[in-house]
């Protein structure tokens, strides 16, 4: 918004310069970008928050730097002559949805003079930004950026009836705007209709049909209030965006309808643009009612961290446009402006408070007590120790964006449905991701085609989905490998092993270890994202909380490398959850090791998870490590068996173990392997 300076002067009397009016501004919370020249001196180009449509005129600046300078409350110009007796018109107006309308106000004036307006108006009007059309037209856009109340003027004999009706449109009603466009109205916008039709769209744009014309003699001048969220989704609905509207959804003055009306007629007077007469229409269905809030001066200084004189305090909250209703000994009940809908409990009034005496003033200590100490959730602590550890094992954190475009990469689980975003800024941004792996796979992507291998990322954050029950939101740990990772062994690190299933699958064990889980089992995964035969869901106490394998050739096929690409993705808020709380540290033992390897054979078709629980399920104290070394497929042991090495790491924290103890242990463990698995030994 752009308002010359000799314009908001208007309002303040001060000897202020420009730039001192603009570092005043931007203290008060109202940032102005620049200062242009212009014809009629200094012009501020002003920023104004959604919040703050109060401010988007000249009376509302000049409020605000009134406030920090403690100068009066400006005065609001409503000095109306009525030049004309009651003309032989009346003006009919009824609100039929007074949800969406709370007040309307129609003023007649007869004799127009069709010219231009005086050159000091359209100065003023294109400092601002604004192009003058004719006199009547720069009036009203005049008066909207001196009192901020959008103004609307219809040709009155154009009108069907003689009669406002305030109404949403019809099914299939149509208008043909100022703008010369044919647009269809939909159940749930507000118009402005004569006994027929609708002639504007509320709070938009009028219509041509009821448009002022050269041969236009009898204007009805248009001042109302309309609710701001039905002003917003008309004009997003319709794609229009006027001066108008803007000030609409960001709510204008019910109490200042009136007044801004009158200052209109004022203007169309002292101009010569026509007789004003008495004949006036003010419906206000819904009175506005003051919002009453309980201000406590001991908290507003415990809040601010310094003491405020009292009436240092009341006097700038006086000047911002607060009345004072009554004073108890440690409070002070206030009403709240009408043109402050923003304000709606005590803090906001403490904001407005500090604001105006000034920030600078709250003095600069050093953070003291116990309230300084801080502290991260218990899921935050784990996540850190997760996220440094999956760092150690050679993977890059990467923070990719929670919006997306639907795209293969998500996760196509019916029951947890994307959520689509209502007003998205791009089809790039459509939605809230349901996983993690459409960014790694973006960033494993990106540097793949600048040449950077290997590709080692993960993510821990935020993933969304839309259940019958409502909306859900997780914390999910993710990552993609691809290409040679890291060294065989210390001994030799010439040779680097390339990433596959089992690495992807080591790195989830890592989680789940720093998780204090141990009981993660792994099955035969149905993700259409993933190889059919190389991944696994990852099941937690009989639920999956994730998956792991391979990434599908024919998703492959869509990105730069051509390397195998591993991807894992658990549910981190339920696996941490499903974690002991507090780990044991168990000391090191001074004792030497007995390793032992076992061969099983069994069928193709028991997964290597229940060979693992056979063993686990008779595990003596003694067996401290268990690790698959090999697995040996082919003719010679039949096509339907499978032969596992098992490498067994047997240490007794206490004592030297013997060759008996150790036997002992193999043979229940074979035993159980037998039972469990059918599994045959040879030798």
């Known amino acids: 918004m752009r308002l010359s300076v000799e314009w908001?002067?208007?309002?303040?009397?001060?000897?202020?310069?420009?730039?001192?009016?603009?570092?005043?501004?931007?203290?008060?919370?109202?940032?102005?970008?620049?200062?242009?020249?212009?014809?009629?001196?200094?012009?501020?180009?002003?920023?104004?928050?959604?919040?703050?449509?109060?401010?988007?005129?000249?009376?509302?600046?000049?409020?605000?730097?009134?406030?920090?300078?403690?100068?009066?409350?400006?005065?609001?110009?409503?000095?109306?002559?009525?030049?004309?007796?009651?003309?032989?018109?009346?003006?009919?107006?009824?609100?039929?949805?007074?949800?969406?309308?709370?007040?309307?106000?129609?003023?007649?004036?007869?004799?127009?003079?069709?010219?231009?307006?005086?050159?000091?108006?359209?100065?003023?009007?294109?400092?601002?930004?604004?192009?003058?059309?004719?006199?009547?037209?720069?009036?009203?856009?005049?008066?909207?950026?001196?009192?901020?109340?959008?103004?609307?003027?219809?040709?009155?004999?154009?009108?069907?009836?003689?009669?406002?009706?305030?109404?949403?449109?019809?099914?299939?009603?149509?208008?043909?705007?100022?703008?010369?466009?044919?647009?269809?109205?939909?159940?749930?916008?507000?118009?402005?209709?004569?006994?027929?039709?609708?002639?504007a769209i509320a709070g938009v744009m009028g219509g041509e049909e009821a448009e002022m014309g050269d041969s236009t003699n009898i204007m009805l001048l248009e001042s109302a209030h309309f609710h701001p969220i039905s002003i917003r989704r008309t004009s997003k609905k319709l794609n229009l965006r006027t001066e108008a509207s803007y000030r609409f959804e960001r709510y204008v003055d019910p109490e200042f309808v009136a007044k801004a009306a009158d200052r209109a007629c004022q203007l169309i007077a002292e101009c010569g643009l026509g007789e004003v007469t008495t004949v006036i229409c003010d419906e206000y269905p819904v009175k506005h009612a003051p919002k009453r809030i309980v201000f406590r001066l001991a908290r507003a200084n415990a809040m601010l961290g310094y003491e405020i004189p009292k009436p240092e305090l009341t006097k700038a909250l006086a000047n911002l446009g607060f009345e004072s209703l009554g004073e108890q000994e440690d409070h002070i009940i206030y009403s709240v402006p009408s043109w402050r809908p923003d304000i709606q409990r005590e803090i906001d009034i403490i904001e407005e408070a500090g604001r105006i005496i000034g920030y600078e003033r709250i003095p600069e200590r050093l953070p003291v007590g116990s309230t300084t100490q801080g502290g991260d959730t218990p899921i935050g602590k784990i996540s850190a120790k997760i996220r440094m550890g999956i760092a150690a094992v050679g993977l890059q954190e990467i923070v990719s964006h929670s919006l997306l475009s639907p795209g293969k990469m998500e996760n196509d689980d019916a029951g947890r449905q994307r959520i689509e975003i209502r007003s998205a800024l791009s089809s790039d941004l459509s939605g809230l991701r349901r996983s993690l792996l459409p960014g790694l796979m973006d960033a494993a992507d990106r540097n793949a085609r600048r040449g950077q291998f290997p590709l080692a990322f993960f993510e821990i954050g935020k993933v969304f989905h839309r259940t019958d029950k409502g909306y859900e939101e997780s914390l999910a740990v993710g990552g993609v490998i691809a290409g040679a990772i890291a060294p065989r062994s210390?001994?030799?690190?010439?040779?680097?092993?390339?990433?596959?299933?089992?690495?992807?699958?080591?790195?989830?064990?890592?989680?789940?270890?720093?998780?204090?889980?141990?009981?993660?089992?792994?099955?035969?995964?149905?993700?259409?994202?993933?190889?059919?035969?190389?991944?696994?869901?990852?099941?937690?106490?009989?639920?999956?909380?994730?998956?792991?394998?391979?990434?599908?050739?024919?998703?492959?096929?869509?990105?730069?490398?051509?390397?195998?690409?591993?991807?894992?993705?658990?549910?981190?808020?339920?696996?941490?959850?499903?974690?002991?709380?507090?780990?044991?540290?168990?000391?090191?033992?001074?004792?030497?090791?007995?390793?032992?390897?076992?061969?099983?054979?069994?069928?193709?078709?028991?997964?290597?998870?229940?060979?693992?629980?056979?063993?686990?399920?008779?595990?003596?104290?003694?067996?401290?490590?268990?690790?698959?070394?090999?697995?040996?497929?082919?003719?010679?042991?039949?096509?339907?068996?499978?032969?596992?090495?098992?490498?067994?790491?047997?240490?007794s924290p206490d004592r030297t173990l013997t060759d008996a103890e150790v036997n002992d242990a193999l043979e229940k463990i074979r035993a159980n392997l037998i039972k469990r698995c059918n599994a045959r030994f040879v030798g």
């Open 490 to 651: 210390w001994v030799r690190d010439d040779k680097r092993t390339e990433a596959d299933f089992y690495m992807a699958k080591g790195i989830v064990e890592v989680v789940s270890r720093l998780c204090s889980v141990s009981d993660l089992q792994f099955c035969v995964s149905d993700d259409v994202r993933l190889h059919p035969g190389i991944s696994a869901n990852i099941i937690l106490g009989g639920q999956r909380i994730g998956v792991v394998g391979e990434l599908h050739p024919e998703l492959r096929k869509l990105h730069s490398t051509r390397e195998k690409i591993c991807f894992f993705e658990l549910d981190l808020e339920r696996l941490i959850n499903a974690g002991t709380v507090k780990q044991v540290f168990v000391s090191l033992s001074s004792y030497p090791v007995m390793v032992r390897d076992i061969a099983p054979r069994v069928a193709n078709s028991i997964p290597y998870e229940e060979v693992l629980s056979s063993v686990k399920e008779v595990m003596p104290e003694i067996l401290e490590r268990i690790e698959l070394t090999d697995v040996f497929t082919g003719s010679q042991i039949g096509e339907e068996m499978k032969s596992l090495t098992l490498s067994l790491t047997f240490r």
């Open 8 to 199: 908001i002067k208007e309002f303040v009397p001060t000897d202020a310069s420009s730039e001192e009016l603009a570092r005043t501004l931007t203290m008060a919370g109202l940032e102005v970008e620049e200062t242009i020249e212009s014809e009629i001196g200094p012009v501020l180009d002003i920023t104004v928050t959604p919040n703050r449509g109060d401010c988007l005129s000249a009376i509302g600046v000049a409020r605000e730097l009134n406030a920090v300078y403690s100068l009066s409350f400006p005065s609001i110009p409503n000095r109306v002559s009525v030049q004309s007796e009651k003309a032989d018109y009346e003006i009919s107006v009824a609100i039929e949805d007074i949800d969406l309308c709370s007040r309307y106000v129609a003023r007649l004036v007869t004799n127009i003079r069709n010219k231009p307006s005086p050159e000091w108006m359209q100065k003023r009007l294109i400092a601002a930004g604004m192009r003058p059309i004719n006199g009547i037209v720069d009036v009203t856009n005049y008066v909207m950026l001196e009192t901020g109340q959008p103004l609307h003027a219809f040709d009155y004999e154009k009108l069907h009836g003689g009669r406002i009706i305030v109404r949403r449109a019809r099914k299939g009603e149509t208008i043909s705007t100022l703008d010369g466009v044919d647009r269809v109205l939909t159940e749930e916008m507000l118009a402005i209709c004569d006994a027929d039709h609708p002639v």
